[in-house]
C-alpha cells in the first residue's frame, strides 16, 4: 500500500472511497486480515509485500500504534490508550496505569472514536452562520474587542469544568487583558451545591475526591455514582474492588441508595430505600440526629448505628443539587471521620466546578446588557439552562457572541462566530482531573477539518499567537515540572508524560481546610405539595446531551429501561394505574402554572414512589435531526426520530433555579393522557427471570439463569445459591479436545454494574453498524454483546439485576450442526466460528441458539458516510446483509497476540490478550483467557464455587459462565436487614 | 344398463358412461375455449402470484428485513408457509401410490388432479427455503457438488441437508409418476385433437404410445414400480421436514414425536385440499358423474382417521411436556395455549381437531357445500399448525430476556398470498392443457362392456383389465 500525506484523510483512498466505498473497504480488510490469519500459520508466509519507500516513523502497515490520552466524554479525565491504524484512531481503551480510571472506560468513552470522524463535526470557522476563514474570524474578534474597551461592557467566558494548567493560564491570560473580564464554570449536570457546601463547611469550594475504595459502608442519597454522578469510572473500580468477596470474612461493602427514580447505583445496592424527592431532607436529617444521638429506634437510626461502625470507613454522598442537603451530608460525614478517609479534601477533585450563582449572575448581566462579549466553550446553555430560550434571546443583544463548539447546537447558533476547536483527539491538551494528577491530551491525527485549538485562539487574540504544544510546554515548565516528585529534567519528564498519558506531581499547597462547626443549620422541611415531582436525570448513554448526535451512544439501551433512541416518562405502576395509562402511552406533563410543557411516551417501571415522573435529561437536540432516515430504507421502515424531526424531546425546560442551584426536581408536575400513543425501542419485552404467573403452572416459576445469595450465606458457603445441577448425558460419543489453547470467558455478575461500556467497546471494535430506532423496534439490534437486565421480586422488594450475554461459545454448539454450509464451525481452540462468505443465511443457527445471541444482517445497512467509515476496524470484516454474525471472542485480537507470542517463541500471556468487553469495564468483571492454563484470571474464576453456567443442563458446554451475585444481607430475599 | 349395476356397491361412476363418454367428457373442456368461470379465476389466481412475484423481488433486492422477522424468531412465514406446502402434497402422493397399492379403485377419478396437487405444492414448497435465505443466489451451496473451493462440502449433520435431498426426491419421483400415468391419456389426447400444433405437443410427450397390449403391459408394470418407489415417499418426506425441527434443542421443536405427528398432518391437511379443489372442480366443469358423492365421502372418512391422529399428536404432546419435568418445555407449552399467541393455537385446535368431528355425520359428509367449508377450515387449521409450530416456540424459549413477538410485514403476508396464487395458476392452466380426470384409469371402472357376464372377482381385476381397455384412439 502507498503511503500518503495524513493531513487530507478524506483523499487517503481517492479512488477506493469514491464510487464503491464499502466494497473496496471490505477488499483493503480482506487483505490486511488475510495478512494478520497468513501470518499465524506457519506453512505459508508472505511472498510478495510492498515496502515503503520512505518508511514513516511510528507507522508499520497493519500494525497498530497506541497513543496514550484523556477522555474528554465528561469531565472525569480518564486515561485511556487511542489505537492508531495506519494513521487513524480506531479504537480507544482504557489506560491501566492511570491512576484515576485505572484501565476502564465508560460507554461515552469508548464512543468517542466515533465523534472524531463526525460528518456533521464543523470543518471550518462560521461567522453569522456561514463559513469563514480564520483571518476573518481573527479579524472581527480582534476589531470587536478593541471598541468593547472603551465602552465598559464585560467579557464573559463560560465553559465546561476547564481544570488543564495550561487552558487555565491560556484563559487568565486572555481575560487580563480586560478591565471588566470573568470565567464561569458551569456544567449541565451541575454539582454546584456540594462545592458550595464545602465552601460553608470547609472555607474552600472544592469537590471534595470520594474515595469509595476505601468505604465499607456507602449511604447514597440520590447520587448515581456508578452511572453518572461526578466519576463514575473511578467509583465503579473503587466500588467493586471493596466487593471483591476476597478473604475471611469476604470483603463486601455495605451500600444502601436512598432514591427517588431506579438508577444503575440503585441496582446495585444492598438495600434500596425508595423516597420521593421531598422526602429526602428529612430523612438525611433524620440520619444526622440519629448520629449526633438525639434519635433511635429508626430505620435511620439503625443505618446511623452501622456507619458509626465504621468511622473513617464510611460514606455519605448525596446526588441532589441541593444546598441544604449537601450541608447536611458534610456534617454527616464530618461527625462520621470521613474526611481525611474516604473523602479526600487534601487533594480535591477538579472534575466539577460548576457554579449555579455565577451563570444566574451572568443571565442578569445579559439582561442588563452590561455583556460586550461572550466566549463559550463546552457548554450548550440554551438547551440546558432552566431559561435556555431567554438566554439565546438575550445572545442576540451581545456584540460579540464567540462559540468554541465543534457542531451547530442551539446555542452556537446564535453565536456571531463559531471558531471550532478540534476533537481532542486531534490536539494537544491537558487536564488536572484531580489534585496532583495532571493528564494530557496528544493528537493522534492531523485535524481532519480546518478546526483551531482553544488555546490557539486564545493565544492569537491574546496577541501572543504560539501553537498548543509550545503553549503547554511553556505552561509546564513553569507550572507543573516545579511540582514534580521524582528529580529529572524537564524533557525526561516531557516525555514521560505524554507517554504515559499523565503524570503524578505534588498537589498544590494548600491549608488544610477545618470542618466549621455552625456552618450546618437544621434544614426547612419542604412542603409536601400536589401533583407528580418530575426527577430530571442524566442518562447513562447520553449524560447531559452533549453526545446526542452520537449514533452508537443513541442506540446503546439504557441499562435500567432497555430503551433506545428516546426519552420517556417513567411511571411507577401506581401512578400509571392512576392516569389510567401504560407504557407507550404519550403523556402531557406540564407545570401547575401552565407555563411549559413535555409530550412524551410513558415507561412503566418498579422501584419509585407513585408521585414521582423520571425524564432524562439531554434529549430533543438540535442535531439529531439527522438521524431520521439512519437505518435501512425500505417500504416499512419508520424514522429513528420523533414527530419533532429530533430524538426525544428537551426537558431542560423543567428546570429551575431555587435559592442559586439548578434544581433538577419539579414539583407539582400534572400528568394527563393524550390519547395518543408511541412505540419506545426497548430491546426487552420481558422483564423478569420469573416466568409470567399466569402462564407458569405449580411448579418453580424462577428461571435459573441468575444465581443470588446473601453475604452471610455466601460466608458460610461459599456455593450458597447455586441452582442444583441438572443431571444430564450427553448423547455426543467423543469429548472436545484442545491441546492448545482453549479459549473461556467468567463474566462476575456480583462486579457488573450493567454500565454497557462493553457494549460499546465490542461495537468499536467489531465494525457493528447503527441500525436505527425502527430496527431496534423490531428487535433486530446488531450489538453482539447485549446487557440482559432481569427485575428479580421477592416478597415486595425488587432487585435488578445485570447479566451480560454474548456467543457462549459451546463446546458442543447447537447452531454448528445445524448450518447447512458449515458456515459455524469450531476451532480447536474451542473458538465457535463464523466464516461470514461461506453463510447463506438460513438463520437455523440463530434459531437453535439457546442464548439468542447470533445477529443476522437483515440489510446492507447504510455506510455511505467516507469520513464516518474511517472508524472501521480494518481487522474486522464489514459484514454484506444475508449473513450471520455474533461474538468472535475478538479472534482478531487473538491472532494478533499470537503473532506476537510466535514471535517471541512464547506462548500467549494472560495479560497480553484481553477482549474489547474486557479491555473496557470499569468493574473488571469479564475474564477471558486459556482455561488451559491453571494460571490465568479466567482459569482461576472458573474454579471459584461462585462460577457457574446457564442452560449447561442442554449438554452444550457454554465455555462462558457467570458468578454468582453477593449482596450484603442475612437473607438474600429481605432487603431489610443487615 | 342399471340391471348391470352391482346391487353390494354403488357405482363408482354414475351416469352409465360408455368409454367413449368418459374420454369425450374429460376431454371435452380442452377442446372448448375456457368459459367465463376459468377467465375470471386465471384473473385472480395470476394477479396473486404476480403480487408474489412483486414481493418476492422485492425482498431478494432488499433483504430478509423486509419481513418481520427478529433476532428471536428466525422463521415465521416462509418455513411455516413451506411446511405448509409440502404437507398439502402428501394427499396426491398417498392416493396415487398407497391407494393404487391398496387397490382403490375410487382413486382413479381424483388421482391425476391430486397428483398434479402434489406437484404445484412441492414447487410452492421448495420457493420458500430458497428465498428465506439471506442470499438466496448462493442457494446451490447446499448441494454437495464437487467444487474449487477446498472442496467445500455441505454439512451431512444439518436437517436443511436432508430437506434438499428429500425434497428433491419427492419432486422427481412425483414428476415421474404423474407424467408415465399421463402418457396414455396423452395418446388419447393426440388422436382425437384437430389441431396440428396440439398434435405435436401431445405425440411428443405421449413418447409414441401406440396402445398395443405389449405397451399396456409394460405401462402397468413401470406404474406399478412407480408406485412402489413413491410410497415410501409419503412417510419419508414428512419426517424428514419434521426433523428441522425435532433435533433442535427448542423447546416446543425438540420432540420424538414429531415424525409421526408431521405425517399424519400432512395427509390430514393434503385430504383437506383435494377436497377443495375437486369440489370446485367437479362443480365448474361438471365432473360430478366422475368426482361423485362418494368420492367426496371416502375422503371424509380418510380426514376423520388422520384428524384423529392429530388430535392424539397434539394431546400426547401436552401430556409429555407436562410429565417430562422440564419447566422450560412444559412453558413452552401452556404459553402456547394461553400465551401472547393462543388465538393461534385456539384456531388450530378448533379446526383441526373439532370442526373434523362433524364428518362423523352422513348428513354432513354427504353435504358438498359443509364439506367443502371444513376442508377451508383445516386447510386454515393445519397453516396455522405449523405457525405455531415454529413461530411461538421461538418467540419465547430459554432467556426470558430474548422473548420477543413476531408480527408479518406486508411483504410477507404478499408473498404467502402469491404462493397461493402460484398454485392455483398452475392448477387452472393444468386444467386446460391436461386431462384432469385419468381416461385410462376410470374406463377401467367402468361396468360398460361387461354387460353379459358378472364382473371379475376384484383380485385378477388388474390383469385382465388391460384387455377390456379401449386403446387409446380408437373410440
Avoid at chain 2, 447 to 459: C, D, F, I, T, V
Wanted: a neutral charge.
Amino acid at each position: 500500500m502507498k503511503h500518503k500525506s495524513q493531513d487530507n484523510p478524506q483523499g487517503e483512498f481517492p479512488e477506493e472511497f469514491g464510487s464503491q466505498s464499502r466494497r473496496s473497504f471490505l477488499r483493503l480488510a480482506g487483505f490486511t486480515f488475510a495478512g494478520v490469519a497468513l501470518a499465524g500459520c506457519e506453512q505459508s508466509r508472505i511472498e510478495k509485500a510492498i515496502p515503503y519507500l520512505i518508511k514513516p516513523e511510528e507507522i508499520t502497515p497493519g500494525k497498530a500504534s497506541w497513543y496514550a490520552s484523556t477522555c474528554r466524554g465528561c469531565s472525569a479525565g480518564c486515561g485511556i490508550l487511542v489505537k492508531n491504524r495506519d494513521g487513524r484512531p480506531i479504537k480507544i481503551e482504557g489506560n491501566p496505569d492511570h491512576p484515576v480510571s485505572r484501565g476502564g472506560v465508560c460507554a461515552i468513552g469508548q464512543a468517542m472514536v466515533l465523534g472524531i470522524y463526525d460528518s456533521m463535526r464543523l470543518t471550518g470557522p462560521l461567522i453569522n452562520g456561514s463559513l469563514s476563514t480564520w483571518n476573518a474570524v481573527d479579524r472581527t474578534v480582534a476589531g470587536t474587542l478593541q471598541s468593547l474597551q472603551s465602552k465598559n461592557r464585560g467579557v464573559r467566558i463560560l465553559t465546561g469544568a476547564l481544570n488543564g494548567p495550561t487552558e487555565k493560564v491560556i484563559l487568565d491570560g486572555f481575560l487580563r487583558r480586560f478591565s471588566n473580564a470573568k470565567h464561569i464554570v458551569w456544567s449541565a449536570l451541575s454539582q454546584s451545591a456540594i462545592l458550595e457546601a464545602h465552601r460553608l463547611t470547609h472555607g474552600m469550594r472544592v469537590l471534595p475526591r470520594y474515595r469509595f475504595d476505601k468505604a465499607d459502608v456507602i449511604v447514597s442519597f440520590d447520587a448515581d455514582f456508578l452511572g453518572t454522578w461526578i466519576s463514575p469510572v473511578e467509583f465503579t473500580r473503587g466500588y467493586t474492588e471493596k466487593r471483591s468477596l476476597k478473604g475471611m470474612p469476604p470483603m463486601c461493602s455495605y451500600h444502601v441508595q436512598v432514591e427517588s427514580r431506579l438508577s444503575l447505583t440503585g441496582a446495585k445496592a444492598d438495600r434500596r430505600i425508595v423516597i420521593a424527592p421531598a422526602e429526602r431532607i428529612a430523612l438525611i436529617q433524620e440520619l444526622y440526629s440519629a448520629l449526633t444521638g438525639k434519635r433511635a429506634g429508626s430505620e435511620m437510626a439503625r443505618l446511623g448505628r452501622r456507619l458509626q461502625e465504621a468511622r473513617g470507613r464510611s460514606l455519605v454522598v448525596c446526588g441532589s443539587n441541593d444546598l441544604q442537603a449537601q450541608l447536611l451530608i458534610n456534617a454527616i460525614n464530618h461527625a462520621l471521620g470521613n474526611y481525611g478517609g474516604t473523602i479526600d479534601l487534601n487533594t480535591p477533585s477538579y472534575q466539577h466546578q460548576s457554579d449555579d450563582r455565577a451563570v444566574q449572575g451572568l443571565v442578569e448581566e445579559m439582561r442588563e446588557g452590561n455583556v460586550g462579549a461572550l466566549f463559550l466553550a463546552g457548554v450548550n446553555p440554551v438547551a440546558d439552562l432552566p431559561n435556555g430560550s431567554e438566554f439565546a434571546g438575550l445572545m442576540k443583544n451581545i456584540p460579540l457572541v464567540v462559540s468554541f463548539a465543534d457542531h451547530v447546537d442551539e446555542t452556537s447558533s446564535q453565536a456571531t462566530i463559531i471558531a471550532p476547536d478540534h476533537h481532542f483527539l486531534e490536539s494537544w491538551s491537558d487536564a488536572e482531573p484531580v489534585d496532583g494528577i495532571v493528564t494530557v491530551n496528544q493528537p493522534v491525527i492531523a485535524p481532519l477539518g480546518n478546526t483551531r485549538s482553544l488555546m490557539e485562539s486564545l493565544s492569537i487574540w491574546s496577541g501572543r499567537p504560539k501553537s498548543a504544544l509550545q503553549l503547554m510546554q511553556e505552561t509546564w515548565s513553569r507550572s507543573v515540572f516545579p511540582r514534580r516528585k521524582k528529580g529529572m529534567g524537564f524533557q525526561e519528564f516531557w516525555d514521560r508524560a505524554v507517554h504515559d498519558g499523565f503524570v503524578e506531581v505534588h498537589p498544590t499547597r494548600r491549608v488544610l481546610p477545618r470542618f466549621r462547626p455552625g456552618s450546618v443549620e437544621p434544614p426547612v422541611a419542604q412542603a409536601v405539595t400536589e401533583g407528580f415531582t418530575a426527577v430530571l436525570y442524566p442518562k447513562v448513554t447520553v449524560l447531559d446531551g452533549r453526545h446526542a448526535q452520537n449514533a452508537w451512544l443513541q442506540e446503546i439501551p439504557d441499562p435500567i429501561t432497555k430503551i433506545t433512541w428516546d426519552n420517556y416518562a417513567i411511571l411507577s405502576p401506581e401512578a400509571a394505574e392512576k392516569i389510567g395509562g401504560m407504557s407507550g402511552d404519550i403523556v402531557r406533563l406540564s407545570l401547575p402554572d401552565g407555563s411549559s410543557a413535555l409530550e412524551l411516551p410513558a415507561w412503566v417501571q418498579p422501584g419509585q414512589p407513585e408521585s414521582v415522573v423520571a425524564v432524562a435529561l439531554g434529549y430533543g437536540r438540535k442535531g439529531t435531526e439527522r438521524f431520521t432516515s439512519i437505518g435501512p430504507k425500505w417500504l416499512q421502515g419508520r424514522p429513528s426520530t420523533g414527530p419533532n424531526g429530533l430524538v426525544g424531546v428537551n426537558a431542560s425546560v423543567f428546570l429551575e433555579f431555587d435559592n442559586g442551584e439548578v434544581k433538577y426536581e419539579r414539583n407539582g408536575i400534572k400528568i394527563e393522557k393524550t390519547g395518543r400513543r408511541s412505540v419506545l425501542a426497548c430491546t426487552q419485552t420481558y422483564h423478569s427471570v420469573d416466568s409470567p404467573p399466569l402462564l407458569a403452572g405449580e411448579q418453580r416459576h424462577r428461571r435459573p439463569l441468575v444465581q443470588m445469595t446473601s453475604l452471610a450465606e455466601f460466608a458460610a458457603d461459599p456455593t450458597a445459591g447455586s441452582y442444583p445441577k441438572p443431571e444430564s448425558r450427553s448423547l455426543w460419543s467423543e469429548e472436545h479436545h484442545y491441546d492448545g489453547y482453549h479459549w473461556g470467558m467468567v463474566i462476575d455478575l456480583n462486579a457488573c454494574t450493567g454500565c454497557a461500556a462493553c457494549v460499546v467497546s465490542c461495537q468499536a471494535e467489531n465494525n457493528i453498524p447503527v441500525v436505527g430506532k425502527d430496527e431496534v423496534l423490531r428487535n433486530r439490534e446488531m450489538h453482539w454483546l447485549r446487557i440482559d437486565r432481569y427485575f428479580m421480586e421477592n416478597d415486595g422488594t425488587t432487585d435488578v439485576v445485570h447479566q451480560p450475554m454474548l456467543c457462549h461459545h459451546c463446546d458442543n454448539a447447537p447452531c454448528e450442526t445445524v448450518c447447512p454450509v458449515q458456515a459455524t464451525v469450531h476451532s480447536s481452540e474451542g473458538l465457535n466460528q463464523q466464516i461470514y462468505n461461506r453463510c447463506v443465511g438460513t438463520r437455523y443457527c440463530a434459531n437453535n441458539c439457546p442464548y439468542k445471541i447470533r445477529r443476522f444482517n437483515w440489510f446492507d445497512y447504510p455506510r455511505d458516510n467516507e469520513k464516518e467509515n474511517m472508524v472501521l476496524n480494518p481487522d474486522v470484516t464489514v459484514r454484506s446483509r444475508g449473513v450471520m454474525e455474533k461474538c468472535s471472542f475478538c479472534v482478531q485480537r487473538i491472532q494478533e497476540a499470537r503473532i506476537e507470542a510466535k514471535r517471541q517463541g512464547t506462548t500467549i500471556r494472560d495479560d497480553q490478550l484481553k477482549t474489547a468487553c474486557e479491555q473496557s469495564c470499569p468493574a473488571r468483571a469479564i475474564a477471558f483467557g486459556d482455561l488451559n492454563n491453571p494460571e490465568t484470571r479466567v482459569s482461576m474464576l472458573a474454579k471459584d464455587p461462585r462460577q457457574y453456567q446457564i442452560l449447561a443442563e442442554l449438554e452444550i458446554r457454554p465455555t462462558v459462565s457467570y458468578m454468582t451475585v453477593v449482596k450484603n444481607r442475612l437473607d438474600v430475599k429481605e432487603q431489610d436487614n443487615v | 344398463m342399471s340391471d348391470h349395476t352391482s346391487i353390494l356397491r354403488s357405482p363408482l361412476i354414475l351416469g352409465n358412461k360408455s368409454y367413449s363418454d368418459v374420454t369425450e367428457d374429460v376431454a371435452l373442456p380442452l377442446d372448448r375455449s375456457p368459459g367465463k368461470e376459468w377467465w375470471m379465476a386465471f384473473a385472480v389466481s395470476s394477479s396473486m402470484l404476480f403480487l408474489g412475484l412483486a414481493a418476492v423481488t422485492y425482498q431478494v433486492m432488499t433483504g430478509i428485513g423486509t419481513w418481520g422477522l427478529n433476532n428471536t424468531v428466525g422463521w415465521a412465514f416462509d418455513i411455516t408457509n413451506f411446511v405448509f406446502w409440502i404437507g398439502i402434497g402428501h394427499a396426491g402422493t398417498l392416493i396415487s401410490a398407497i391407494l393404487f397399492l391398496f387397490r382403490q379403485k375410487w382413486r382413479t377419478s381424483v388421482n391425476r388432479s391430486a397428483e398434479a396437487m402434489t406437484i404445484f405444492a412441492v414447487i410452492c414448497a421448495g420457493i420458500f427455503p430458497i428465498i428465506h435465505m439471506g442470499r438466496p443466489w448462493l442457494a446451490f451451496w447446499v448441494v454437495p457438488y464437487p467444487n474449487l473451493r477446498g472442496p467445500l462440502w455441505v454439512n451431512f449433520r444439518s436437517p436443511l441437508v436432508w430437506d434438499m435431498f428429500a425434497i428433491g426426491t419427492y419432486f422427481t419421483i412425483s414428476l415421474v409418476f404423474w407424467f408415465v400415468g399421463l402418457i396414455p391419456d396423452l395418446a388419447t389426447l393426440r388422436d382425437r385433437t384437430a389441431s396440428n400444433i396440439k398434435k405435436k405437443f401431445y405425440g411428443l410427450l405421449s413418447l409414441g404410445w401406440d396402445g398395443s397390449n405389449r405397451t399396456w403391459l409394460r405401462y402397468e408394470t413401470v406404474y406399478l414400480l412407480l408406485a412402489g418407489l413413491a410410497t415410501p415417499l409419503v412417510v419419508s418426506v414428512h419426517t424428514i421436514v419434521s426433523w428441522d425441527f425435532a433435533t433442535s434443542v427448542i423447546p416446543g421443536w425438540h420432540t420424538t414425536i414429531f415424525p409421526p405427528y408431521f405425517v399424519a398432518g400432512a395427509v390430514f391437511s393434503g385430504f383437506a385440499m383435494v377436497l377443495t379443489l375437486m369440489i370446485i372442480a367437479r362443480t365448474v366443469l361438471h365432473f360430478e358423474e366422475y368426482i361423485t358423492l362418494h368420492h367426496i365421502e371416502s375422503m371424509g372418512k380418510i380426514i376423520i382417521a388422520t384428524g384423529g391422529m392429530v388430535a392424539l399428536a397434539y394431546l400426547t404432546e401436552l401430556f409429555v411436556a407436562m410429565y417430562s419435568g422440564n419447566e422450560y418445555e412444559r412453558f413452552a407449552f401452556i404459553n402456547r395455549m394461553f400465551g401472547p399467541y393462543a388465538w393461534a393455537y385456539w384456531i388450530m385446535v378448533s379446526c383441526n381437531v373439532l370442526s373434523p368431528q362433524l364428518l362423523w355425520l352422513k348428513k354432513v359428509r354427504t353435504n358438498v357445500t359443509l364439506v367443502f367449508l371444513l376442508s377451508l377450515a383445516i386447510n386454515v387449521g393445519m397453516w396455522f399448525e405449523r405457525f405455531v409450530i415454529i413461530t411461538i416456540s421461538l418467540t419465547r424459549d430459554y432467556l426470558p430476556a430474548s422473548w420477543d413477538v413476531y408480527a408479518p410485514t406486508l411483504i410477507e403476508i404478499a408473498t404467502l398470498i402469491g404462493s397461493f396464487g402460484l398454485f392455483l395458476t398452475l392448477f387452472l392452466l393444468f386444467t386446460r392443457i391436461l386431462p384432469m380426470i385419468a381416461i385410462g384409469e376410470v374406463k377401467g371402472v367402468l361396468s360398460y362392456g361387461r354387460a353379459s357376464h358378472e364382473a371379475p372377482k376384484a383380485e385378477g381385476r388388474y390383469v385382465s383389465a388391460a384387455h377390456e381397455r379401449v386403446p387409446g384412439g380408437v373410440r
